[in-house]
């Protein structure tokens, strides 16, 4: 496939390292002369040197033929216009790397909609995502993933005073919004229909929308549990967006910042986190604050060298797990042999997306579920007979559900009501051997 990265700075050099060394026809377009000359130099690619938001440029690099266009420079407002133009010039799909989550805050008016661009990444909110769901449950990472942080997936633990007991799915008064995914008895992975019955020690997960979910969840919880403590080191964007993603009711987090107005910002933004200010990576400071009590001590900041020499110094006081953010992705794999728990590259995971989304076929299995008994599915609706119809008129194999639907820049929980439209992306629940039918029954 004919794809086309606009900046060859760090991300925008990996990506496409690693798309070229998958045989794709890659063409960089770099405004800086010497370090386009330098990249012909070392990789496999086209180089095209100029601006990203140029129409002159784009063409010289073929976007009129292009099936994929990344534009992935340290400038977001280029990223957008590059995206939007490349797409009206002819690009298949294009994507936009956007860091700043100004572009995402506003429900009521998408930028990624407005300027028609197909997707708008962020490596850092990935990275978050990652982070998170390590810490909550490593399975439900595909979801999320999926969903951009636009939802959630909460297990919950049906304990043997709760009210909901010997009750049918139906009768629970379940938000719209908010779904249960799948039912945990002993070994058996069980994917509901309104008619499963919960019982004593059942683990569920629910899937829906953060405020939603977190709410509805409350009504399972049948006295208090024992929050865990994480403790994270450096206070920036990563930091920020993997905070927001941890219930103050099951985590009890410190932040540790330099910066002093860095703190006050993280005082203000973040009220149930405790800020402190001052060098994480002194022993005394990491001792007078009982770091060693962590369940999680997770070290964010720019600089890998620090990220792992303090990680490493927290598992030898005796934190429990440390997960370490990684700028370089060639370090990833020495971390286990380290002794640290988890390493987290924003670079890795965004080449992981890209490489995803260009692999032939619309279907794809994003997760196990069940031992192997069940995965998620992703599947791309082109089903025109079904176009309009509503997902209860819709027959699906036995122990099959529909989780989310993805249209356009939104995101959806669907309910019985709810009709498919063209190019909807489903992410489905099913037991493996029913995913050939579900690619027949939604597929062309």
């Known amino acids: 496939m004919r794809v086309i990265i606009a900046g060859a700075g760090e991300v925008g050099t990996y990506i496409a390292e690693r798309i070229a060394e998958e045989q794709h026809d890659v063409t960089v377009i770099e405004i800086d002369m010497d370090r386009a000359e330098e990249l012909s130099n070392t990789l496999d690619v086209h180089v095209v040197c100029g601006s990203a938001s140029s129409i002159e440029v784009l063409k010289k690099a ?61 490596p850092k909110m990935f990275a978050a995502l990652e982070i998170a769901s390590f810490i909550r449950n490593p399975g439900l990472l595909a979801v999320e993933y999926f969903a951009q942080g636009t939802v959630v997936m909460r297990p919950v633990k049906i304990d043997e005073s709760s009210r909901y007991i010997e009750k049918k799915l139906i009768d629970l008064n379940i938000p719209s919004d908010v779904r249960i995914a799948c039912v945990t008895r002993g070994t058996e992975l069980i994917i509901p229909a309104g008619d499963t019955i919960l019982k004593a020690d059942d683990n569920i997960i629910l899937i829906g929308e953060t405020e939603k979910v977190s709410e509805f969840q409350k009504k399972f919880k049948s006295g208090k549990t024992n929050a865990r403590r994480v403790v994270m080191l450096g206070g920036g964007r990563i930091a920020k967006s993997l905070a927001r993603r941890l219930k103050p009711s099951d985590f009890r987090l410190t932040i540790i910042e330099q910066n002093a107005a860095r ?93 995803t989304m260009l692999k032939k076929g619309k279907e794809r299995s994003l997760a196990d579920m069940g031992a192997g008994d069940a995965e998620i599915l992703e599947l791309h609706f082109k089903n025109e007979k079904l176009t309009g119809s509503e997902l209860k008129d819709i027959t699906l194999p036995e122990n099959s559900l529909i989780l989310l639907i993805k249209r356009s820049d939104k995101v959806i929980v669907p309910s019985g009501d709810t009709k498919l439209e063209q190019n909807d992306v489903l992410l489905i629940i099913c037991r493996w051997r029913d995913s050939k039918k579900l690619m027949r029954l939604f597929g062309e």
Do not use: W
């Open 62 to 122: 073929g976007v009129e033929k292009c099936h994929l266009f990344l534009s992935l420079t340290s400038d977001e407002e280029v990223n957008i216009v590059s995206a939007s133009v490349a797409r009206k010039l002819g690009s298949d799909k294009t994507i936009a790397r956007v860091d700043n989550p100004v572009f995402r805050q506003y429900p009521k008016f998408s930028y990624q909609n407005h300027f028609g661009i197909d997707e708008m990444f962020s």
């Open 263 to 355: 703190c006050e910002t993280l005082a203000h933004e973040l009220p149930s986190a405790t800020i402190l200010q001052g060098d994480g990576t002194k022993l005394d400071l990491l001792m007078e604050e009982h770091v060693d009590t962590a369940d999680f001590f997770i070290p964010t900041t720019d600089y890998d060298e620090v990220n792992i020499m303090s990680a490493l110094q927290v598992k030898n006081l005796g934190a429990k797990k440390a997960i370490v953010l990684i700028h370089r992705p060639d370090f990833v794999h020495l971390i286990e042999d380290l002794g640290i728990d988890h390493a987290v590259s924003p670079r890795a995971i965004m080449a992981r997306e890209v490489l």
